[in-house]
């Protein structure tokens, strides 16, 4: 690895990102484990709405899921499933 923290780290190698440095969470979406960028914070974000209809806690979801990573419209149903499965693990955590 190469970089510091002025200059950002990088890969010595390839010049991307080095895999220790990769806060991609990872989970089931049709059984394939996918990552989710910035998913703790997108669940904080909507958690904070306070919502109770799972409709609308799939809705939120989904929409910052989709502002922050690439969501095939095909998937997009099990992707919402998968983000408030999640999200409710979130929850049962923090209780």
């Not at 799972?54 to 929409?63: F, Q, S």
């Not at 910052?64 to 979130?90: C, H, I, Q, S, W």
């Amino acid at each position: 690895m190469g970089g510091d923290d002025k200059d950002g780290y990088y890969c010595s190698i390839c010049g991307g990102i080095p895999p220790d440095k990769i806060k991609t969470k990872k989970i089931l979406i049709d059984g394939k484990e996918t990552g989710i960028d910035q998913l703790d914070w997108i669940i904080e974000e909507v958690r904070k709405l306070h919502l109770t209809d799972d409709a609308a806690i799939t809705e939120e979801l989904l929409k910052r899921t989709m502002a922050l990573n690439y969501v095939p419209t095909k998937k997009k149903e099990a992707y919402g499933a998968a983000l408030l499965e999640d999200y409710r693990k979130f929850l049962q955590e923090r209780l």
